[in-house]
């Protein structure tokens, strides 16, 4: 049997489809949410604003009560990074990724964490954290109490790891800043938690990246070696290859949009998993341009999307008078696409200041 081959064009277009940027749609942000399989959320801002280039209409309190509805909630999941995902969601994979949050406990505290026993400090966590939701700050205090020679952010860090947490409202919504608290999810959660999913989470993950390789799940998922458990399940997906041979997986009868199918320009927050769901990021940015997205200490630059591919990044300074988005292409660009830019950054900036403040778009070139 012939092996269809995707083209690094068709598969920026199935990626785009999928993530919802090929056009605005008119779906719920929690179906929205579902769908993309969870926003990244190192900080606050980002997934109101990957919501707002998605969806139409979409308002700041429609992500806001979901969240205070305990539809939404803010956790640590893919990679051990913080990530808005649905409620049934999180309950759904939380068990599931935990090799990603042993892998990044180790990573982040090799020794320190190693000699921690954790089922002792898990027990001591969750009637403190039962009690009433709890700042960072005060686990690690409370832990300090039976571990005093430890270091603090390890063990807190460890509970988070073992001990499935949400944050509660109002931290990680629009404008929150760091200060955040958490409670146990089995406890605020009014779903039940489900046990090794890998399967699904698969499944799911094709359905919002693929056409993909175990590898781009991998890296997406912050786990590795789940070739041999992926195994059993290959038979029942499509099989591609990429331009270079590398087998790629889908679901049947997902979209696979013609590669010249017309991308509009985006504005795509901080963080976004647009750009970091694949080993291979070729399909959405070029190797020689990820160095100006992919800052140090793990900072994601704000993107622009220029006919469906990273063409730029994106910023905004606000005073109290005035909001300033500054773009930085990454080639000059011609006037069309310089007014098609103006053009979506407008409602942008209304979006993210509304207080009635002046606007100004500052092309760096």
Do not use: C
């Not at 892998?103 to 954290?129: C, H, I, M, Q, Y």
């Not at 069309?336 to 760096?364: C, N, S």
């Amino acid at each position: 049997m012939t092996i269809r081959i995707l083209t690094r064009r068709e598969l920026n277009r199935a990626l785009l489809e999928r993530q919802l940027l090929l056009k605005r749609v008119a779906i719920s942000p929690l179906a929205a949410t579902e769908k993309v399989l969870g926003l990244q959320a190192q900080i606050p801002n980002p997934p109101y604003i990957g919501l707002w280039t998605r969806l139409t209409p979409f308002e700041r309190d429609d992500l806001t009560r979901l969240m205070q509805d305990k539809q939404i909630v803010r956790a640590a999941f893919m990679r051990s990074t913080l990530h808005l995902m649905t409620a049934a969601d999180h309950q759904r994979f939380r068990q599931t990724i935990q090799p990603a949050l042993v892998k990044a406990l180790n990573a982040f505290f090799g020794k320190k964490s190693k000699s921690l026993d954790a089922e002792t400090l898990v027990a001591v966590a969750r009637p403190f954290l039962a009690e009433a939701p709890r700042s960072t700050g005060d686990l690690r205090a409370r832990l300090l109490q039976v571990e005093p020679n430890a270091d603090g952010d390890a063990l807190a860090y460890l509970v988070r790891t073992y001990l499935p947490l949400v944050q509660v409202p109002p931290g990680g919504t629009w404008g929150s800043g760091s200060q955040t608290t958490y409670t146990l999810a089995d406890v605020y959660l009014d779903i039940p938690a489900a046990g090794d999913n890998l399967k699904n989470l698969f499944l799911r993950y094709l359905a919002a990246f693929g056409p993909a390789s175990i590898m781009d799940f991998q890296v997406w998922a912050g786990m590795t070696k789940l070739q041999p458990l992926l195994d059993p399940h290959l038979a029942d997906l499509v099989q591609y290859r990429d331009e270079q041979g590398k087998m790629l997986f889908d679901l049947p009868d997902m979209p696979l949009p013609s590669g010249d199918t017309p991308a509009p320009v985006r504005f795509v927050p901080e963080y976004d998993n647009l750009v970091l769901a694949h080993a291979d990021r070729t399909r959405i940015i070029a190797d020689a341009d990820r160095p100006r997205v992919f800052l140090s200490a793990a900072r994601v630059m704000g993107t622009i999307l220029i006919d469906g591919f990273v063409g730029g990044t994106w910023k905004t300074q606000i005073t109290k008078s005035n909001l300033t988005l500054t773009i930085e292409p990454f080639q000059p660009l011609p006037p069309e696409i310089r007014a098609e830019l103006l053009a979506e950054a407008q409602p942008l900036m209304q979006f993210i200041a509304p207080e009635g403040k002046t606007y100004d778009v500052v092309f760096v070139e």
